[in-house]
Structure formats: C-alpha cells, structure tokens
T-cell receptor, first 112, second 111 residues
Framework: KQEVTQIPAALSVPEGENLVLNCSFTDSAIYNLQWFRQDPGKGLTSLLL?????REQTSGRLNASLDKSSGRSTLYIAASQPGDSATYLC???????????FGDGTTLTVKP | EPEVTQTPSHQVTQMGQEVILRCVPISNHLYFYWYRQILGQKVEFLVSFYNNEISEKSEIFDDQFSVERPDGSNFTLKIRSTKLEDSAMYFC?????????FGQGTRLTVV
C-alpha cells in the first residue's frame, strides 16, 4: 500500500527566502508525482507534474525533483513571497489510470 | 485550460438525508474519481469509475455511497443517509489519456 509523507508539516519563513519542501513515498514503482497548492477552504491547484522517467520539472520560481529509487521528491521555491502562503500537497500515482495517494501537506507561511 | 466543474460549491444537509454531488468532466474523459478531504486532514481516495463501472474503491466507500454516470456526461456521488462525519470537501477528478484534472470541490456540511 502506497503511503506518502510530507515534512515539515508547517514552515514559516521571511519573504525572499528560498525553501525546500519534502515528500517521500513508500512504493517506488510510481507512474508520476504531482505537486499541488491548496489555499484555505479551496480546491487543488496543480503546480508541477513529474513523470517517473523524469528527474525534475520547473515552472517559474518552482522546481520539483524526483528520486524514484529513494522514494523522494522535493519542491524548491525560490525567492518566496507572501502570496506563496498556502498548503502544498504531494500526490503519487502508481499506474496511469490509478488513484492518487496524497500526503498530509506542508503549510507554508511567508511573512512580509 | 479545460476544467472539471462541480456543483454545488457548498451544500448543507440534515443528518440522515440523501445528497447527490455532481461533477461535469471534460468531454473526452474516460476515467473518473471521487476524493474527500475532512477539514484539517489529508485528501483521501474514495472511488474510481471506468466504462460505467467501479474500478477501485477504498474502505471508506461503503454501502452508503454510490456513483453513476446517468447521462454520459455528469458523474455523481450519492450518499444515502448522511452522517455528521460525512462533512468534508469532496473532489471529483476526470482523466482522458493524460493526467487527471481536479474540480474545485463541493463542501458538504451535515448538521
């Protein structure tokens, strides 16, 4: 059974800092891994998707890496801004049509 | 970007009542999913649906839950007799050949 863990559970940083969020998964035979953003009481916004054959993906100030063999992914946020404050969720799929298994998320607060 | 639409955005119901949550996937979607997120907890898988039948379900998806695609467009989740603990955000997702697209969720409040 796939299990996804995210560390830390919460993170508070001053504006402008670079930061790393961590995601680990127990079954390394994944199909892909996706990072989402969730604002309080809102839906899921997809940020980055990494296929199992890829090592990283970048979008603007965000960079996600994947080390499938060790069961880890990181989300790097450069030059953080108060608008980045949200909960960041990691989700993995083990097959193309299979379910997504989510982590508990990391709640990020960026202070002005 | 194409969207998966969920209605209503918020529903309040009395305990014991039946509720139907609706999802309109993108037209070429073949696979459909429901997830729920209890306040402050992680997003949990409920059920997946393909070719008009359930392909996988979790232990949460008991006899009180059912899904169907009645008109080939809408994908619905029915809870027959709601309990207080069914209060949660429910997310629908649809998938064609690529990655699933998630809807913005329906917040269900059982009082």
């Amino acid at each position: 059974k796939q299990e996804v863990t995210q560390i830390p559970a919460a993170l508070s940083v001053p504006e402008g800092e670079n930061l790393v969020l961590n995601c680990s998964f127990t079954d390394s035979a994944i199909y892909n891994l996706q990072w989402f953003r969730q604002d309080p009481g809102k839906g899921l916004t997809s940020l980055l998707l990494i296929q199992s054959s890829q090592r990283e993906q970048t979008s603007g100030r965000l960079n996600a890496s994947l080390d499938k063999s060790s069961g880890r992914s990181t989300l790097y946020i450069a030059a953080s801004q108060p608008g980045d404050s949200a909960t960041y969720l990691c989700a993995v799929r083990n097959t193309n049509a299979g379910k997504s298994t989510f982590g508990d998320g990391t709640t990020l607060t960026v202070k002005p | 970007e194409p969207e998966v639409t969920q209605t209503p955005s918020h529903q309040v119901t009395q305990m014991g009542q039946e509720v139907i949550l609706r999802c309109v996937p993108i037209s070429n979607h073949l696979y459909f999913y429901w997830y729920r997120q209890i306040l402050g907890q992680k997003v949990e898988f409920l059920v997946s649906f393909y070719n008009n039948e359930i392909s996988e379900k979790s232990e949460i998806f008991d006899d009180q839950f059912s899904v169907e695609r009645p008109d080939g467009s809408n994908f619905t989740l029915k809870i027959r007799s709601t309990k207080l603990e069914d209060s949660a955000m429910y997310f629908c997702a649809g998938k064609g050949t690529g990655t699933p697209f998630f809807g913005q969720g329906t917040r269900l409040t059982v009082v």
